[in-house]
């Protein structure tokens, strides 16, 4: 009936196939209804029409060939079954990042605006020393304020300082490591690639499943997961494109590894890090909107009732306030980045 | 008289390439050249049987053109580089089987380096810069600031010790780069191409520098250049490499007037020797003076330029040669004139042996 039937048969496996049979219960492909209804058989298909042996074409062939939703189903029991032992062992050890999560939005939460708002300003002239920047950002977190959107503002910020600091603390030393060890390069690049072009939903399906959603740290872990990649590639760049010439010297003075690694190695690579955390801050924004999904709270809650809601107008205002802060924390990053850059012209 | 030997090279060589071992077995056993064990090898000669006596408180330089392996060479001493074979003894003890502490202390301690691009730290000041070593070696900033302050002004950049770098031209970025090395209070100073980057002019004065303050400190130098008359100029001892092989060593003087290889006679053909060759090189060692019309005295460190000056081009005058206020020999200008024809001169010596 089906056109890898007679494959089996000449590999002997028909006694096999007969027993998958019974068990079969998956639908009857629509061809095979067709057949039954015409009540004649299929004529043997022309070459043209001959099917890719795909796991369900071979199904239908022998029955006791699985289905290819047998093998999601298989990732997924597999998952399933070492899940209560993965969370066992990562519940602890994430548990800080929900700690921090949490200290972070209650901190910008109950700090009163008209405290917090001027501290956010100074922390942004100490950091570019641009006074124009300060303008800009006075004017819009009054904006936010006066919209009534300065809490889910605040909210963004907060998640997106506790997650891009902890980026920045584990990637650097990441970073470190790997510019000192070509073979854990070789090894942590693949990962890094992954990491980067997983579409973004894809992390927050087994996280779901690892922990709870009501927990900050679900999408704390998606947002550092994503957003750690620049900061750790740019280290590792940053330190291998450290002059020779310097590091010779520094060799010849007699410096050890650790004098090396602080002295000279990590300040000349600064620019190139700096523009990683630049980078990692903008991608851990773009990641708090679509952790949203997983109550992930602040201005990405917004977008989703925009789009959840047809509200065109919250969708929208929502979404220019997130533009908005990415102008802000890019504009002062970068200052900061130009800054430390100067310094070191050659 | 003879000055002691501070660092000793001996049968030092250093083979590029995934086997140096082995390529240096194929080197002695088939007695191949640089070019054949590229060829047949696919290793890269670096240095080959180098022996080399590098004496306390002089100038040593170590000539040749880009890539014999001077830079090769003098990594070795301070062991940037490891070799393949050979031994290199500092202050009695083979630096190759020190450990690792043991090659820090003397790195830090006992050698310093100036280097070709400077290599000065881009983020730190001049003064932190000039005071690198002692800050390696843990002196706090309140002393070592000051040392390399004064070494700064020692080589005329008082004033510029806040100031960054990049914020200095090239002549100035390398005197920091000698201020380091100073700083360092090091007695031997390995200097790879230090002027090579500068222009002339410039260069000039940081030779005149260096004469001025080796005459003040009598710092073991192993100096690298691939230009002859800055060799010539700062030279006690001049070694000179062809592809990773010392082809000749000896005073300047006796390169000079005695080249051992068409090779260098090459090089010294077009060198002004009258400014290069010392009375005491050309003059007869006597001490009649009876009889002979003297015209003046002149010391034997006197270069040949500064007699002709003085006999304003009269080649038939004799002078009285003393050093300091003994007498040594006498200097006939006709002799003189002699020495300063090049190449051909020395030709018959080569084509005898
Ligand atoms: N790491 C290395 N691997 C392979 N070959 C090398 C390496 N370092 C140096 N060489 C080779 O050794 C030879 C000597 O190089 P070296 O840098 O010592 O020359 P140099 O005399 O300092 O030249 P320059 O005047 O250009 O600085 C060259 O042929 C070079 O190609
Ligand atoms: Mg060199």
């Known amino acids: 009936m089906s056109t890898y039937e007679s494959v089996f048969s000449i590999l002997g496996l028909e006694a096999w196939c007969e027993s998958g049979t019974k068990e079969s219960s998956g639908p009857v492909s629509m061809a095979d209804l067709l057949a039954q209804n015409a009540g004649t058989d299929v004529p043997p298909p022309s070459i043209w029409e001959l099917p890719f042996p795909s796991m369900d074409t071979l199904h239908e062939a022998c029955g006791a060939f699985p289905q290819s939703r047998a093998l999601t189903k298989g990732i997924e029991n597999g998952f399933l079954s070492i899940k209560d032992g993965l969370s ?118 087994p996280l779901i499943f690892l922990f709870s959603v009501t927990e900050p740290k679900l999408y704390g872990i998606a947002i550092i997961l994503y957003a750690i990649v620049p900061v750790v590639r740019l280290t590792d760049l940053g330190i291998r494109l450290v002059d020779r010439d310097v590091i010779e010297a520094a060799d010849a003075f007699g410096m050890t590894d650790h004098q090396k690694l602080w002295k000279v190695q990590v300040p000349l690579a600064l620019p190139n890090i700096m523009a990683g955390v630049n980078q990692t801050i903008m991608m851990s924004l773009s990641m708090v909107v679509i952790a949203s999904l997983v109550s992930a709270p602040g201005l990405g809650v917004l977008v989703l009732r925009g789009i959840r809601n047809l509200e065109l107008g919250v969708g929208l205002v929502s979404g220019l306030g997130i533009v908005v802060l990415a102008v802000i924390l890019d504009r002062t990053t970068k200052l900061a980045l130009a800054r430390i850059s100067a310094g070191q012209d050659r | 008289m003879e000055a002691p030997t501070k660092i000793e090279i001996r049968n030092l060589y250093k083979i590029f390439g ?108 001049i003064a932190e810069n000039a005071a690198l070593a002692l800050d390696v070696r843990g002196i706090p900033r309140a002393e070592h600031i000051p040392a390399a302050e004064k070494w700064l002004d020692r080589v005329g950049l008082q004033g510029y010790g806040d100031s960054y770098p990049h914020q200095l031209s090239g002549g100035m970025q390398q005197r920091v780069g000698i201020a380091r090395a ?11 191409e230090a002027y090579s ?104 460190e006197e270069n040949l330029e500064s007699v002709i000056a003085m006999a304003q081009g009269d080649t038939r005058k004799t002078y009285l040669v003393k050093d300091g206020s003994e007498e040594v020999g006498i200097l006939r200008m006709e002799a003189l004139i002699k020495s300063l024809v090049p190449t051909e001169a020395s030709e018959d010596g080569i084509r005898s042996q």
């Open chain 2, 18 to 125: 995934p086997d140096p071992r082995r390529a240096l077995e194929a080197l002695r056993n088939e007695g191949l050249g640089k070019p054949e064990l590229l060829e047949k090898h696919n290793h890269v000669l670096g240095l080959e049987d180098i022996n080399v006596d590098v004496k306390a408180g002089k100038i040593t330089v170590i000539m040749g053109l880009s890539g014999s392996g001077k830079s090769t060479l003098i990594r070795h001493v301070n062991r940037l580089i490891d070799p393949t074979a050979g031994e290199i003894i500092f202050d009695g003890s083979d630096i190759l089987k020190c450990s690792t502490e043991e090659l820090r202390r003397i790195r830090r301690e006992q050698m310093s380096m100036v280097f070709q691009k400077f290599a000065l730290l881009p983020h730190k000041t």
């Open chain 1, 88 to 205: 066992f062992v990562l519940d602890p050890l994430t548990q800080p990042l929900s700690w921090f999560l949490e200290a972070a939005l209650w901190l910008f939460e109950t700090t009163p605006w008209w405290l917090m708002i001027p501290v956010l300003l100074v922390v942004v002239l100490l950091v570019s020393r641009s006074v124009k920047l300060v303008v800009f950002v006075a004017a819009s977190l009054l904006m936010f304020a006066f919209i009534d959107y300065y809490s889910f503002a605040a909210q963004t910020l907060a998640v997106i300082f506790v997650c891009a600091a902890l980026c920045v603390v584990l990637g650097v030393p990441i970073g470190i490591a790997m510019s000192r060890s070509d073979r854990l390069q070789a090894g942590v690049i693949p990962i890094l690639d992954m990491l980067q072009t997983l579409p973004a939903f894809v992390y927050l399906i």
């Open chain 2, 182 to 192: 100073l700083t360092s209070n090091a007695d031997i100073m390995l200097m790879d």
């Open chain 2, 197 to 300: 980057a500068l222009d002339p002019l410039i260069r000039t004065d940081m030779q005149d520098l260096l004469l001025e303050l080796q005459q003040e400190l009598q710092k073991t130098i192993l100096f690298i250049t691939h230009d002859l008359d800055e060799a010539l100029k700062l030279a006690d001892h001049l070694v000179i490499l062809k592809d990773g092989r010392v082809i000749q060593q000896d005073e300047p003087q006796t390169i000079l007037l005695e080249p051992s290889d068409p090779y260098i006679v090459d090089f010294i053909s077009d060198i002004n020797r009258a400014r290069v060759l010392r009375v005491r090189t050309v003059m007869e060692k006597t001490d009649a003076t009876d009889g002979v019309n003297i015209a003046g005295e002149i010391d034997q």
